[in-house]
């Protein structure tokens, strides 16, 4: 991004100004929404791997980009996460286990992928308690508790 333009991303400026970024004031501001869909970001999430330290994220909106590689184990660490949204990138492998510590999870969008494999009854049963919206891809993903009802 370019400051020139406005958007104020990864300048000296506080994150909290940045576009993109939403955050909540208490003793300091802290970053609860990083929503970047479509902004033709590319490369693999394993190099930010610095979002874990961001222990008030709740929304990581990523979708609509050029993402590749794997989904990094490293979600697990944002354990106040409510939505992941990470549908209509390039991202291959399978859905790592550890999404499954996300139990404040409500918003699960992996669809639009390469992403292959099995989704375990005993993550569907960790993430259970809140999920509202759980989608993948039926025809690479079998998931029983998918709310786009795989098969």
Known sequence: F??????????????CTWIGISCVSSDHEQV????????GLVGEL???????GL??????VLDKNKLMGT???????L?????????????????PNTISSLVKLE???????????????DFCDAISKNIQVFIVD?????CPCCTNKCP
Request: with cysteine; charged share 25%.
């Open 2 to 15: 370019d400051e020139s333009e406005g958007t104020l991303w990864l300048t000296k400026s506080h994150e």
């Open 71 to 77: 989904i990094p184990k490293w979600l697990q660490d």
């Open 46 to 52: 394993r190099h930010v791997g610095e979002l874990a």
């Open 55 to 60: 222990d008030k994220l709740e929304h990581l």
């Open 32 to 39: 609860t929404v990083i929503d970047l869909s479509g902004y």
């Open 138 to 142: 039926c025809n690479a993903i079998h």
């Open 79 to 95: 354990i106040t996460l409510k939505e992941l949204t990470l549908s209509n990138n390039m991202l291959s492998g399978g859905v």
């Open 107 to 121: 918003k699960l969008q992996l669809n639009g992928n390469e992403l292959t494999g099995f989704i375990s009854d």
